[in-house]
């Protein structure tokens, strides 16, 4: 079992920044990637970024040059730097970590709101 618990939504001013951070309870050699999705109201959920313990990283194209994804493997930790926030990344925000077979695991979710 994992338990990821998420931090660092809220609101924001357009062009404004904000960062996410999640902290995963297993042990380190268990989780193989974490990762950011997003959910937008009315909209399915999808990729934000995501990193493997390896330092592969994905990003969703309409964030890429924005946002930053790092992990702090020892701590279990993912963070995710949003810059240049635009109204469209308001969503809510769920931190996910992989472990070893496949399994994903889902944090709460963190409310990130942008304003024009």
């Known amino acids: 079992q994992v338990q990821l618990v998420e931090s660092g939504g809220g609101l924001v001013q357009a062009g404004g920044s904000l960062t996410l951070s999640c902290a995963a309870s297993?042990?380190?050699?268990?989780?193989?990637?974490m990762g950011w999705y997003r959910q937008a109201p009315g909209k399915q959920r999808e990729l934000v970024a995501d990193l493997s313990i390896s330092g592969t990283t994905n990003y969703l194209d309409s964030v890429k040059g924005r946002f930053t994804i790092s992990r702090d493997n020892a701590k279990n930790t993912v963070s995710l730097q949003m810059n240049s926030l635009k109204p469209e990344d308001t969503a809510v925000y769920y931190c996910?970590?992989?472990?070893?077979?496949?399994?994903?695991?889902w944090g709460q979710g963190t409310q990130v709101t942008v304003s024009v």
């Open positions: 996910t970590a992989r472990v070893k077979g496949g399994y994903v695991y």
């Open positions: 297993r042990r380190p050699f268990s989780i193989t990637a």
